[in-house]
């Protein structure tokens, strides 16, 4: 009878870790992930000759379903690297309704008015740091959803300032513990 009631017992607990499981998969919390940054020998060079090998800021936006109805421009990617940080850094109407929150920054330590969190120093050449893979820890809040978007403006280089780059758009925002982005001389991959 005992063996009866411990075998019950087992069923019953693995049943609820698994309705657990499925709720979580539902409601899209995923907890914290990891952003990995594979950076090339030299990142954030101009041209093929530069070895100026500038660190490079990064901007990592998670945006859920107000922002993304808000900022369409963010979203399918016509906003390029260039305009978002001068937005930014001039904290202009048109982004500062993003929460600090959402708005996750790979930048130099200062006492700037942004509104971001800070994560970390900007990423540097491999030649540079001999870190070849930085890993930063987040947390999209609706990772999974299909209202939901990870988004990442790079802040390279030009010979005019900064690149108007594409951003790199994930989405929806990938649930992947670990998401892989590749760091170049001028661009940002998957």
């Not at 609820?16 to 914290?32: M, N, P, Q, R």
């Not at 800070?118 to 820890?137: E, G, H, M, Q």
Request: charged share 25%.
């Amino acid at each position: 009878m005992n063996q009866t009631f411990s075998a019950r017992r087992n069923r019953a607990a693995a049943g609820v870790a698994l309705a657990g499981g499925l709720l979580l998969l539902l409601t899209g919390c995923v907890g914290e992930q990891t952003l990995r940054f594979q950076l090339d020998q030299v990142i954030n060079a101009p041209n093929e000759n530069d070895l100026s090998r500038n660190r490079l800021s990064v901007d990592v936006l998670c945006l859920g379903p107000k922002e993304l109805e808000k900022h369409p421009e963010i979203v399918n990617g016509s906003l390029p690297s260039s305009e978002w940080f001068r937005l930014r850094d001039s904290n202009d109407a048109k982004v500062s309704d993003i929460s600090a929150a959402r708005v996750l920054s790979l930048r130099e330590a200062t006492s700037s008015s942004r509104a971001d969190t800070r994560l970390r120093d900007p990423l540097a050449s491999v030649i540079d740091s001999k870190i070849a893979t930085v890993d930063v820890k987040f947390k999209h809040p609706e990772a999974g959803q299909s209202k939901s978007a990870l988004i990442i403006y790079p802040r390279f280089a030009s010979m005019e300032g900064i690149a108007a780059t594409a951003p790199l758009v994930l989405q929806p925002a990938p649930r992947d513990k670990e998401i892989v982005i590749r760091v170049g001389r001028q661009a940002l991959s998957r």
